[in-house]
């Protein structure tokens, strides 16, 4: 696997290879559409516009591709505010790999490691993937055993997170 990671759209190599592997048959939901595919970039949700606009400036944006370079997954992290970073931000993985926690075994780890200095490090998940949320609160997953990084988290309710409510799991980094 490799591991590529954006904090702009200025790695126009990286830019392209998410451009073309996010495509519209990976979703099963047509609201989600905007907030990844490229033709939607304009969108302050859209991941493209995020990384023009600076989101991931102080954080970074993964990018994971198999040994033949085609996509996996990818998800970021940001700063939400002094004391407080969101992680896993702008999820996505490719259908193939779902069920397979590669994004707890390849990208969470250096999430966490980047983000020591902030006193929390929060997990957002909305309605629509709220089976997330329940398995901090459950400990089971969905199917089969999630990495034991994700143990570090504990599930805190719902809090209005960038204007939008989210059921949110934190990691404290004490």
């Known amino acids: 696997m490799n591991l590529y990671s954006l904090t702009n759209l200025n ?13 519209a048959d990976m979703f099963d939901k047509e609201e989600l559409l905007p907030n990844y595919l490229y033709e939607y970039k304009d969108n302050p949700a859209n991941l493209f516009n995020n990384l023009a606009a600076g989101r991931y400036t ?5 990018v ?11 998800a970021g992290w940001h700063p939400y505010n002094n004391n407080t970073a969101l992680a896993l931000t702008r999820m996505l993985v490719a259908p193939n790999y779902r069920a397979t926690y590669v994004v707890g ?12 200095q902030f006193e929390r490090v ?25 990495p034991s990084i994700y143990k570090n988290f504990k599930p805190i309710g719902q809090h209005l997170v960038n204007h939008t409510l989210q ?8």
């Open 11 to 23: 790695n126009a190599s990286t830019v392209d290879l998410l451009r073309n592997s996010i495509t």
């Open 105 to 116: 075994k390849e990208i969470l780890p250096s999430i966490i490691k980047e983000t020591k």
């Open 167 to 174: 059921y949110v799991a934190e990691h404290t980094n004490k």
């Open 64 to 74: 994971l591709t198999d040994d033949t370079n085609k996509f996996v997954a990818s």
């Open 58 to 62: 102080y954080g970074r944006y993964y």
């Open 122 to 146: 929060w997990i957002t998940c909305n309605e629509y993937n709220r089976a997330i949320y329940d398995w901090f609160s459950t400990g089971k997953s969905m199917g089969g055993n999630w």
